[in-house]
């Protein structure tokens, strides 16, 4: 069984919710997420949300 580093996934966790996302104004978040699982080796695809919905983009990563 893996064990998780929990301090790191608590400091990971505090990251994410440093950045500025609330309902709207998510682009900021969504481009930490592409860049991160990109840097991971994920292949990312940044699909397009109506810009009345958001700022921001839905990911898929493969």
Do not use: C, W
């Not at 400091?11 to 500025?20: A, E, G, T, Y």
């Not at 998510?26 to 991160?36: D, G, H, L, N, V």
């Amino acid at each position: 069984m893996t064990t998780i580093n929990q301090e790191r996934l608590i400091n990971h966790f505090f990251d994410l919710i440093k950045i500025d996302s609330e309902s709207g104004n998510e682009k900021a978040i969504s481009e930490a997420i592409a860049e991160q699982l990109g840097d991971m080796g994920f292949t990312v695809k940044k699909l397009p949300v109506p810009a009345e919905v958001s700022n921001g983009h839905n990911i898929y990563a493969r």
